[in-house]
């Protein structure tokens, strides 16, 4: 099973590099994904989100890639600043329930 | 743009006493969801809301949890009596429907410390 602690994976880059964060979700029924920012004292932010019948989707700034075969997901960033600091949630949902189940979280660090 | 709100921000409660958390969904939402987090841990999912009733519920969300809208625009999530467990950030969120494609909104949290 997945581990839980106090130590996050932590990504660490410099300001105008592209960061991949990575996910692997549990769930094969999930058809929905969000990916998730939470700055230090707030809530989850929504970045974007991509439902199981695509396998990318692109917003400003971030593109998502979800590989069913393998049930992985990726958050891509590009030209990353020290704002996108933060820790990123992937978070995955079935269809017909509200649930959101949340993964472990992967921290970025970036560098001025 | 629209938020979602959460009062109070952070709350000292003693063990054994009774807590309220209020919420203020984003106005045109219909479902409403209740998530907590214990330091350091991933976000868990307590109770979903739709139509004046709960709609799902995790184990977590035992006989001392409740949840209410007890006007057009509140929602809030009741703890009976508070255990030293029950410390962690509590976070509101909703949604426009419930359905796949609809994004949960959340609220920057109530960190509630039992003592």
């Known amino acids: 099973g997945e581990s839980v602690g106090l130590h996050l994976p932590t990504l660490s880059v ?29 809530g989850p932010q ?40 933060a820790v990123y949630f992937c978070a995955e949902k079935i269809g017909g329930y509200s649930t ?13 | 743009e629209p938020e979602v709100t959460q009062t109070p921000s952070h709350q000292v409660t003693q063990m054994g006493q009774e807590v309220i958390l209020r919420c203020v969904p984003i106005s045109n939402h219909l479902y409403f969801y209740w998530y907590r987090q214990i330091l350091g841990q991933k976000v868990e999912f307590l109770v979903s809301f739709y139509n004046n ?11 001392q ?21 029950d410390s962690a950030m509590y976070f509101c969120a ?6 796949a494609g609809q994004p949960q909104h959340f609220g920057d949290g109530t960190r509630l410390s039992i003592l």
């Open chain 1, 14 to 42: 410099q300001e105008g590099d592209n960061s991949i964060i990575n996910c692997a979700y549990s769930n094969s029924a999930s058809d929905y994904f969000i990916w998730y920012k939470q700055e230090s004292g707030k």
């Open chain 1, 46 to 85: 929504f970045i974007i989100d991509i439902r199981s019948n695509m396998d990318k989707r692109q917003g400003q700034r971030v593109t998502v890639l979800l590989n069913k075969t393998v049930k992985h997901l990726s958050l891509q960033i590009a030209a990353t600043q020290p704002g996108d600091s």
């Open chain 1, 100 to 112: 959101l189940t949340f993964g472990k979280g992967t921290m970025l660090l970036v560098s001025p």
């Open chain 2, 53 to 63: 009733e709960i709609s799902e519920k995790s184990e977590i969300f035992d006989d």
């Open chain 2, 65 to 85: 949890f409740s949840v209410e809208r007890p006007d057009g625009s509140n929602f809030t999530l009741k703890i009976r009596s508070t255990k030293l467990e």
């Open chain 2, 94 to 99: 909703s949604s426009e429907t419930g359905g």
